[in-house]
């Protein structure tokens, strides 16, 4: 039978020589772009796959053209499951192509990710398939924790971990796993582009509420409305909330490539941008720990 650990890879956490020196701070990061599929979501994704397969499930449903799409056709792929992705319009050839080869059918519906998750939801309701969510499920977030276990294996103990939210499953697997390793008064910095600040929003009004839109270039980061774990969590753990410029984000990501040779998402030069701009909340800490949740996929 295969094992969570066969959906997802352990990823390099490295020193950067180039940030350390920037900012006279010990900067690690964590590689989470080397996934399979190119982000963590292979983590939380795949547990949750895995475990309602074992629950009988054998037919799958996930409703997003991006990273939690692909990350849900590789873990189907490997279990010998079904499933179908169902794909807004606007979701670009290559990325289709890509879902393709891993044996997911897609379905392409609808002009936004709302109106292809309708459908998705839909179908689930009409046959015995399992929906996927790409972010809020407990699953999903202890899979993600995983990512944290790792890096307290290695030997590392940051006292601040930078990390991006979308629909927050990615911060509330991290809090999860540092709160399981006893990393429990150690700051996280949330941090989200304006035009995609649906955390920051539910902070301010202390519930998950649906921004009007996601007007950020940063798609990844595209929930309108966060799951009300993330929230939750930032009652029991020392949270920031950061909400930075598409421009910072993208020019984060292009000094990422120069100086660390690999091509990131503008999620990812979202956290980044923190340590470029030496954000001075950030640099309180001496030893801090950025999560580059995901590869380019231009
Ligand atoms: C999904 C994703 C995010 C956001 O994660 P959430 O769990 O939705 O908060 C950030 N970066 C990348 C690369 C992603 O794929």
Known sequence: MIQHQDL?????????????????????????????SGSFKNRGIGLFCLEKAKEGFRQFVSSSGGNAGCAAAYACKNIGAKITVVVPKSTP????????????????HGNDWQ????????????????????????????????MIKEIKDAGYKPDAVVVAVGGGGLLSGVIEGMQDAGWTDISVYAVETEGADSYAAALRAGIPVEIPAITSAAKSLGARKVAEQAVKWATVHPIVSKVVKDEDAISACKKFENHEGEKVELAAGASL???????????????????VCGESSE
Request: proline share 4%.
């Open 93 to 108: 050839k290559k990325r289709i192509n890509l879902i393709r080869q891993e044996e997911a059918e897609v379905i392409i």
């Open 273 to 291: 941008s923190l340590i470029y701009g030496m954000d001075p909340d950030v640099m309180k800490h001496q030893r801090i720990l950025v999560v």
């Open 8 to 36: 997802y890879r352990n990823t390099l956490c490295y020193s950067s020589q180039h940030l350390c020196q920037l900012t006279e701070k010990e900067i690690w990061i964590k590689m989470e772009s080397q996934q399979p």
């Open 115 to 146: 109106e292809a998750d309708q459908l998705a939801r839909k179908m689930v309701t009409e046959s015995k398939a399992c929906y996927i969510s790409p972010f809020d499920d407990p699953l999903i977030w202890k899979g993600h924790a995983t």
